[in-house]
């Protein structure tokens, strides 16, 4: 069974703090991915790394940066975290294989940002 | 612009009867769809998919059916349970070596007892 775990269930940060969410995947992926999700707007992808030190802007990068230093961990930061990140952060992983990626996600990281 | 496009964003159906999630597509170089079911406070997991070579695939209770001249792709549940309530995402891969999916809106589906 492919396990993706994120480090917080839950968060609540201030205004202007730097916010790191770590994610870690025990299936040794290639890709991993940081999405978030907010009502009535889906899943919008930040960031995503298809190998070690690899990484690809999505569709809203703004005010994120991400870290990608082994396999199986895939940190984003919020460098000063603003109010409008307020939001539920997931990130996926994903082997692609025959043409063919099924992503697996972690629980979610619900993020408040004061 | 939106390539993945779930125009319902909620449904409500009785225990029992079928549910039917559409989801409609522009790019026709999409070589997967796949569905994912999301419960609030918790990461969305993998339901069922389809290559874009077939035109239905079957788990248990789960069905999706791909409609390629249409550009439409639905999911059918039958029978619907309470259990089923849940976000409904519509995905699909770009053709070839892409990692990324496109992501649907979702719909929101509402089992009743």
């Known amino acids: 069974d492919v396990k993706v775990t994120q480090s917080s269930r839950y968060l609540v940060k201030r205004t202007g703090e730097k916010v790191f969410l770590e994610c870690v995947q025990d299936?040794?992926?290639?890709?991993m991915f940081w999405y978030r999700q907010d009502p009535g707007l889906g899943l919008r992808l930040i960031y995503f790394s298809y190998d070690v030190k690899m990484k690809e802007k999505g569709d809203i990068p703004e005010g994120y940066s991400v870290s990608r230093e082994k396999k199986e961990r895939f940190s984003l930061i919020l460098e000063s975290a603003s109010t409008n990140q307020t939001s539920m952060y997931l990130c996926a992983s994903s082997l692609l294989r025959g043409g063919y990626n099924e992503q697996f996600f972690g629980p979610g990281t619900r993020l408040t940002v004061l | 612009d939106q390539q993945v496009k779930q125009n319902s964003p909620s449904l409500s159906v009785q225990e029992g009867r079928i549910s039917i999630l559409n989801c409609d597509y522009t790019?026709?170089?999409?070589?997967?769809f796949l569905w994912y079911k999301k419960y609030p406070a918790e990461g969305p997991t993998f339901l069922i998919s389809?290559?874009?070579i077939k035109d239905k695939n079957e788990d248990g209770r789960f069905t999706v059916f791909l409609n390629k001249s249409a550009k439409h792709l639905s999911l059918h549940i039958v029978p619907s349970q309470p259990g089923d309530s849940a976000v409904y995402f519509c995905?699909?891969?770009?053709?070839?070596?892409?990692?990324?999916?496109?992501w649907g809106l979702g719909t929101s589906l509402a089992v009743n007892p």
């Open positions: 389809i290559s874009s």
């Open positions: 995905a699909a891969k770009g053709a070839g070596n892409n990692r990324k999916l496109i």
């Open positions: 299936m040794d992926h290639e890709n």
């Open positions: 790019n026709s170089m999409f070589d997967y």
